[in-house]
């Protein structure tokens, strides 16, 4: 004899019903999972800055002179340079050493002109640490604009060029004894008033740099 149909009504709907509270059920326990490892990597990060501290690592040219420098003029202009630059950098944290992977130096003139490119050796800085670079960075034959070369010679007449020092590295954290992935620092040193005089080296005042690392 066959069930009436009231009652397998009944049963389909208790089914489906109970389907539906227990998905109900595995997408709170998710929700709350989610929450949970969220507030847990906060916890951790929270900690991490309490214990570490880190402090921004300061970037300042200390030292920019230039020799053999002489503009040739347009058509056809091009600059020949030789400078000669030392980078501080001081690392003030207690927990936190630095790997540098490889550094570039590049001597700009204003946005129109890159006159002159050297490398730094990779090295490794440690904690509470100031580590200066001395860079020869030389400008050969490089051609430049007719504009440029003009207040180049200005500049050259009245005995002192301003230019903008751009460095490029990339750097590893360590942490504890572990070492973070691989970020990219950029530091720009703006203006450096460099003079062109044999003495000027000494009375140079330094230059802080903006730095951002992504």
Not at 18 to 40: H, I, K, P
Not at 82 to 110: C, H, I, K, M, Q
Request: hydrophobic share 45%.
């Amino acid at each position: 004899m066959a069930p009436p149909a009231t009652t397998t009504t009944q049963n389909r709907g208790l089914a489906a019903s109970g389907g539906r509270a227990q998905r109900v059920a595995v997408l709170r326990c998710l929700v709350a999972a989610l929450v949970v490892t969220v507030l847990l990597a906060g916890l951790a990060v929270l900690v991490f800055w309490l214990v570490v501290r880190p402090k921004p690592i300061d970037y300042t040219l200390t030292r920019a002179a230039v020799g053999h420098f002489n503009v040739t003029p347009p058509p056809g202009a091009t600059v020949n340079a030789t400078f000669y630059l030392t980078l501080a950098t001081d690392n003030p944290n207690r927990r936190v050493s630095v790997r540098y992977d490889w550094v570039e130096f590049y001597v700009l003139y204003g946005e129109a002109a890159q006159l002159a490119v050297a490398d730094a050796p990779a090295f490794r800085q440690p904690r509470r640490n100031e580590t200066r670079l001395d860079v020869r960075a030389v400008a050969r034959s490089v051609p430049v604009t007719e504009p440029t070369a003009r207040e180049l010679q200005h500049d050259l007449a009245a005995g002192e060029v301003a230019v903008d020092v751009r460095v490029r590295a990339g750097v590893r954290f360590k942490v504890a004894g572990a070492w973070t992935r691989h970020y990219s620092l950029e530091a720009f040193c703006s203006p450096v008033v460099v003079g062109l005089s044999p003495s000027s080296a000494r009375s140079f005042q330094s230059v802080p740099c903006d730095v951002a690392i992504s």
